[in-house]
């Protein structure tokens, strides 16, 4: 029988015991020996994102294959609809998107949320309430949308532009989300003709949460 004991001792001694077919041998090693004897004997690998999406501000792999992507969608317009009302040209605040993609490309869960319009973004850049609908939290409600597959991370760049395009209803809509207290049809007519840096004057209510909070959900 071959064994290897290693032993460390009360006083930071690091004592090897070896027995190959009953004969024992014991040697003393300095601690920085055991730690490189274990770190070149542990399996490394290679994790490659691949091309990731525009604006991506992080990415996070789990060990099993599913990744996070947080991106920021700099477009301030968008072309949005409720009930049968399209709102053309539509102003935004700076909004941000998060995306768990499972191992085989498809997404398993959305994220969404107001940033600051700081001109840099920093881990503590404050978050906003969104003071629109199917957005509870951060968490996105897509409804029977069904989520395209991304074959490549850098597909997740039109992702946000086809969420924003899916009808809005009063899905987890609240009067107390905007500062106005307008309900949904009147707080879209109130907006329709004002620029992104009205919202964080007027409408926005502080979440008391940063960037950093939304990116490790």
Same mark, same amino acid.
Request: with cysteine; charged share 20%.
């Given at each position: 029988?071959?064994e290897?004991?290693?032993r460390i001792?009360d006083?930071g ?5 070896e ?8 040697? $003393?090693?300095?601690?920085y *020996?055991?730690?490189?004897c274990?770190?070149?004997?542990m399996?490394?690998g290679? !994790?490659?994102?691949?091309? %990731?999406?525009?604006? =991506?501000?992080?990415?996070? @792999?789990h060990?099993?294959g599913?990744r996070? &992507?947080?991106?920021?969608?700099t477009?301030d317009? *968008?072309? &949005?609809?409720? $009930?049968?009302?399209?709102y053309?040209?539509?102003? +935004?605040?700076? %909004? ?5 993609i499972?191992?085989e ?5 959305c994220?969404?949320?107001?940033? @600051?319009?700081?001109?840099? +973004?920093? #881990?503590?850049? #404050?978050?906003?309430?969104y003071?629109?609908?199917n957005v509870?939290?951060?968490? +996105? =409600?897509?409804?029977n949308?069904?989520? #395209?597959?991304?074959e490549? /991370?850098?597909q %997740?760049?039109g +992702?946000p532009?086809?969420? %924003?395009s899916? #009808?809005?209803?009063n899905?987890?809509f ?6 106005q ?6 707080l !879209?007519e109130?907006l329709?003709?004002?620029p992104? *840096? ?6 926005? /209510?502080?979440m $008391?949460?940063?960037?950093q909070?939304f990116?490790? &959900?």
């Open positions: 029988m071959n290897t004991i290693i001792q006083d001694q690091i004592v090897v015991e027995n190959n077919k009953g004969i024992l041998r014991v040697k $003393h090693i300095e601690p *020996a055991l730690v490189q274990i770190n070149s004997s399996l490394r290679k !994790l490659s994102s691949g091309l %990731l999406p525009k604006n =991506c501000i992080s990415f996070t @792999a060990d099993d599913t996070d &992507i947080c991106i920021v969608h477009d317009k *968008a072309d &949005i609809s409720y $009930h049968n009302t399209m053309t040209d539509f102003s +935004l605040p700076r %909004l941000v998107f998060g995306f768990t499972g191992k490309g498809r997404v398993q869960t994220h969404m949320g107001i940033v @600051a319009d700081d001109l840099m +973004l920093k #881990p503590s850049s #404050p978050m906003y309430i003071p629109f609908s509870s939290g951060f968490r +996105l =409600c897509t409804g949308n069904t989520m #395209p597959k991304c490549s /991370l850098h %997740l760049s +992702l532009y086809f969420i %924003l899916m #009808p809005n209803n899905d987890y609240k009067p107390q989300n905007n500062k207290r307008l309900e949904m049809r009147d !879209l109130h329709k003709d004002k992104p *840096a009205y919202y964080y004057k007027d409408i926005l /209510l502080p $008391h949460k940063t960037l909070d990116i490790t &959900i």
